[in-house]
């Protein structure tokens, strides 16, 4: 069953004669609960792929349907909300408040309910994911590997249909890279569809399938 479906999609940035075609007439078809790899070179358009696909970047051209839904005629409200309960993204970059602590941080995706519900679930997911004794720490007092775990959890704590993960590992040691990537199969493993950008072949293993793309293409 198709979870999400590039239909012709392309993208680009600029005007003649500095136009940049990031995306090139992608056709992607995506299951439900499958494990994709996208690799490239940098600049082939990958995170730009990764952004079409959760609602944060609309094409030039074609169609992006997600769940059955042609997800770029929602309007940005129905999108936003959209992606709220049915993706979770990771980035390289952390992205965590660094004035809140690791429970605050997870605790800004954790969805409608009181405040004690909440802080229940965050500190019930960063005590899976190894953080029970940095849940009062800020950002700036953990490691990078736990802070991309605080980034996990925070994408993970509303229970994403999919996950969405651009080059997760990237600033990590390989001790750290493979936590990461053992966070996100075992998300998979419950029924998650996970998309993860990359250059790395750590994770190759755990695919479905792996696409390249290159200069905009998927090749």
């Known amino acids: ?12 940035f ?3 004669p500095k136009q940049v075609e990031a995306l090139k007439n ?3 078809h995506v299951n439900k ?6 690799r490239g070179p940098s600049g082939s358009g990958k995170t730009t792929l ?3 696909i959760g609602g944060m970047l609309q094409p030039s051209s074609g169609v992006v349907n997600v769940e059955n839904k042609d997800i770029y005629l ?4 129905e999108r936003t909300k959209f992606r709220a309960y049915n993706i979770g993204f990771v980035f390289q970059m952390f992205y ?7 429970v605050e941080n997870i605790m800004l995706a954790a969805g409608p309910g009181s405040n004690g519900t909440r802080q229940r679930k965050a500190s019930e997911l960063a005590d899976q994911l190894g953080l029970s004794d940095r849940i009062l720490h800020k950002p700036s007092e953990i490691s990078a590997g736990e802070r991309q775990r605080v980034a996990l959890a925070r994408a993970l704590i509303h229970r994403p249909k999919m996950i969405l993960a651009d080059e997760p590992t990237g600033n990590l040691d390989p001790d750290n890279s493979r936590e990461v990537i053992r966070i996100l199969k075992e998300y998979h493993q419950t029924g998650g569809t996970v998309i993860f950008v990359t250059h790395g072949k750590d994770a190759d293993r755990y695919a479905d399938r792996i696409f390249y793309l290159n200069k905009g293409e998927i090749v």
């Open 14 to 16: 600029g005007s003649p």
């Open 50 to 52: 990764l952004l079409c």
């Open 96 to 102: 965590l408040i660094p004035y809140l602590n690791v």
């Open 26 to 28: 992608i056709d992607l």
């Open 33 to 38: 609960g499958e494990f994709i790899i996208i």
């Open 1 to 12: 069953m198709n979870m999400i479906h590039l239909d012709n999609v392309s993208k680009i």
């Open 74 to 77: 929602l309007n940005e409200f």
